[in-house]
Structures are given as structure tokens and as C-alpha cells.
């Protein structure tokens, strides 16, 4: 069969590379995929959210599933439009209908719908352009830190929390106003503040039945000690050490049995993964957001985890024969930490050359994220620039092989945080 990734990410990579191993895979496209991707998959250079072009390249090429990894073209409404095109009738899909994909396009939407069924999560309230007065109001009324997120996506950045009241209330006017996160914060919520530890719970669905896979634990902030500007991700540890056979098992039955009946309640068309980003507070775990694709950097120690023929795995959620799949996971523990630009996330350089990039091996796997071919030259191409994913009997084994493998690697400016699994 012939495969067509969207996206352009180490998650992307990450996703060519293990679909690569299955028999059942003729040949692997991506679009518009990196440096990384070119070496296992044929590139297209198209935009993610050009889908008349990307319906050209599936009936020319004869792609038989599409697996979308970012989230705005879900939002956009792909799935539905690949659905929809007679022309494209047997092509199958992996990502959610539009409709399921506002559970991470809408903050509001996501908090109704844990309302509805009753899924654990901060109490929280949402102020559109118009109500800027009752949300500084609401502030006034409640205690610090304050919660700020911005209704739309804002990959990843769209989260502010606030200590100080007045700060809080300009912020709040700073996103309903003055264009802080564009049109994704022309509505705000405001959510009462949970404190504990997090961790990422993914889930892949056929919209019957589901399996989990491995969680995993990222960290979001460029500075070391989880301080600094959020990041789309430094680094990601799976599994979790904190998160008990206990826990999981409450995360299974309160949050994750929920979200699918919920989705089947609400007759909601929902094929392919859910990220639950969940924080354990005491013992208990609640839902901070859904994301309706695999998270990245996750993805890269998720996957290596996995024991199964992952090209069938995405056509049984597709097809809906999910519940015929015993998942066989690796119990060893994988690390990867995120190679960046100097800058990030604010400006950095682009076109830097990269040297040293070692082969795959049995230590550490390369996954590229914003990297791309120069006259037969690998360069920098984004702000998070590679992702270098290790397998080790625990974390500390797996981050040691994976800092070692960083000092191999060499481009002006590179950053990379030293301190992941600080707090484990």
C-alpha cells in the first residue's frame, strides 16, 4: 500500500520510519516532510492546509491511507473533505471528522464536552472580545495563579499562568484585544489552577474501540529547571515512573472510557489518536486539554516503544477493526531530547549547516524536525531543529545515550536542554 504522511515535523519522521518496517507498506509520501523524511520517503513540496493539490498527489500516487500528523488541517476539516470527494472513495484516513477535531481546535468546546460526560477537570469559565470587563471581573473573584488559555490553537504557546492579579487582567486584554494570539484568543478561558505533576496519556481510536498507548512526559519550557518561554517541546521521557499501575487504571476509567463513550454519545465521527494531556493532583488524575493527533516530541519515544506492525495498527482505526489488536510494547524506557536554534522560540537563524549526524543505531535514533537538503547539504530549517530519541533499562540509561549522541552533532547556535528527568 502506498502511504501519505502530512506534515513536516520529527513526529513525521518519526511516523515514515516506523511505517517503513511494516510488509504491508509499498511506498512511503510525505508532504511536505525534511531532510529526514527524504532519506526513507519521497517529499511532495506542498502546504499541509493545500488540499485540492493534496488530493492530486493521493490520486496520482495511489496513496491507500493518509495519516495526518499536525492538527490545523484536522481542524480545517480534511478528513471530511477527503470523505466527501467521490474520486477519493476507499482512501482511508487517519484523524478525526472536523467536528472531533474542535476538542483541540476549541477550548470551550473541549470543557462542554468533559461537562457533558462528566470527565474531571479544572472548573473554569470563557469570555469572548465583548465581555473583557466581566473576564478582569472574574479574575478579581478568584485566586492566583490565574490560567489564561486562548479558545483556538496557538500551537502549543496559547497558555499563559499568572501570579500577579494586575498582570493576569492586562494579558486577558492582551489576547481578547489587542491580537496577543490572533483570532485563536478572540475568546478566552479562564481556568482555576491544578497543582500537581503532568504527563501525556495518547489513545488511538477507530471510534469503537480503542487502544492506549504507552504516556510519556514532555517538557515544554526552553530553560533548564522548567523555566523560560514555553516551547512546542524540549524533550520527552516514556513511560512515566510516577504514573502506578493505580493511577493509570483510575486515568483508564474516569478519563479515558468517558472520552470514547462521549464521542459515540455525541455521534461525533472520530478515527485516529487522542492526546490527553492529564496532571495527577494527589492521586487523582484531570484532563488540562485534549489534542486530536500524537504529540511531538512524545511521538518519538512513543512509537519506539511499540511492538506492532504500525502500518496495520493505522489501517484498523481507519477501517474500524481496531479491536482485533493486542498491542505489544518494548518495557524499556525511551528518552529523546530536542535539538534547537539558538533563539528559539522567538527569532532565531535559518540555513545552518549540520554536521555529525550519526547513522541510526541500537544507542540512538536521529528523528529531523525543521531540517532541510542545501546543495547536498543538511541545514537548519526551523526552531526545533532535530529530536534524538534513545532506548536504556531507565530514563537515566536512555538520556545518557542521548546526550552522547548530541555531542557528535554540530550546527552554529545549537541548544539543547541538559536537565530532562529532573524531576522524576
Not at 478561558?189 to 497543582?195: A, P, W
Amino acid at each position: 500500500m502506498n502511504v501519505l504522511i502530512i506534515g513536516s515535523g520529527a513526529r513525521e519522521h518519526a511516523f515514515c520510519w516506523k511505517i517503513k518496517q511494516s510488509n504491508l507498506c509499498k511506498q512511503v509520501f510525505v508532504a511536505p516532510g525534511n531532510a529526514g523524511t527524504a532519506k526513507l520517503a519521497i517529499n511532495l513540496d506542498i502546504s499541509i492546509l493545500n488540499f485540492q493539490e493534496i488530493r492530486r498527489v493521493v490520486l496520482e500516487n495511489k496513496i491507500g491511507i493518509v495519516i495526518v500528523g499536525p492538527e490545523i488541517p484536522l481542524i480545517e476539516g480534511f478528513t471530511d473533505f477527503i470523505k466527501n470527494d467521490q474520486e477519493l472513495n476507499g482512501v482511508l484516513v487517519v484523524g478525526p471528522s472536523k467536528t472531533g477535531a474542535q476538542l483541540e481546535g476549541s477550548k470551550e468546546f473541549s470543557k462542554l464536552f468533559m461537562e457533558r460526560h462528566k470527565i474531571p477537570t479544572a472548573p473554569y469559565k470563557s469570555f469572548n472580545q465583548k465581555m473583557l470587563k466581566e473576564g478582569q471581573e472574574y479574575l478579581n473573584s478568584i485566586k492566583a495563579p490565574y490560567v489564561l488559555k486562548a479558545d483556538g490553537p496557538a500551537a502549543g504557546k496559547g497558555v499563559l499562568i499568572i501570579n500577579d492579579l494586575q498582570e493576569a487582567q492586562k494579558e486577558l486584554q492582551n489576547m481578547l484585544v489587542n491580537n496577543k494570539f490572533g483570532e485563536s484568543g478572540h475568546k478566552v478561558v479562564i481556568e482555576g489552577f491544578l497543582d500537581g505533576i503532568e504527563l501525556s496519556c495518547f489513545v488511538l481510536t477507530d471510534g469503537k474501540s480503542y487502544l492506549t498507548l504507552p504516556n510519556a512526559k514532555d517538557y515544554k519550557r526552553i530553560g533548564e529547571g522548567d523555566t523560560g518561554l514555553n516551547t512546542g517541546g524540549m524533550g520527552a521521557i516514556s513511560p512515566v515512573p510516577f504514573a502506578s499501575k493505580e493511577f493509570i487504571k483510575k486515568v483508564e476509567e474516569k478519563i479515558i472510557k468517558p472520552t470514547i463513550n462521549g464521542l459515540e454519545i455525541d455521534k461525533i465521527e472520530y478515527r485516529g489518536f487522542i492526546f490527553i494531556g492529564i496532571i495527577k493532583v494527589g492521586d487523582e488524575p484531570f484532563v488540562i486539554e485534549y489534542n486530536v493527533r500524537m504529540g511531538d516530541p512524545e511521538t518519538q519515544v512513543v512509537l519506539p516503544r511499540i511492538k506492532n506492525d504500525f502500518l496495520e495498527m493505522m489501517i484498523s482505526t481507519a477501517n474500524q477493526s481496531l479491536g482485533n489488536t493486542n498491542l505489544k510494547l518494548d518495557l524499556k524506557t525511551a528518552s529523546t531530547v530536542v535539538m534547537v536554534s539558538g533563539g528559539y522560540p522567538e527569532e532565531y537563524e535559518k540555513g545552518l549547516e549540520i554536521n555529525g549526524i550519526p547513522k541510526d543505531s541500537q544507542d540512538s535514533i536521529v528523528f529531523h524536525a525543521g531540517t532541510k537538503n542545501l546543495n547536498g547539504k543538511t541545514v537548519t530549517n526551523g526552531g526545533r531543529v532535530l529530536s534524538v530519541t534513545s532506548i536504556g533499562n531507565d530514563f537515566k540509561e536512555a538520556l545518557k545515550k542521548s546526550y552522547e549522541t548530541i555531542e557528535k552533532i554540530d550546527y552554529q547556535k545549537k541548544y539543547y536542554r541538559k536537565d530532562l528527568g529532573f524531576d522524576l
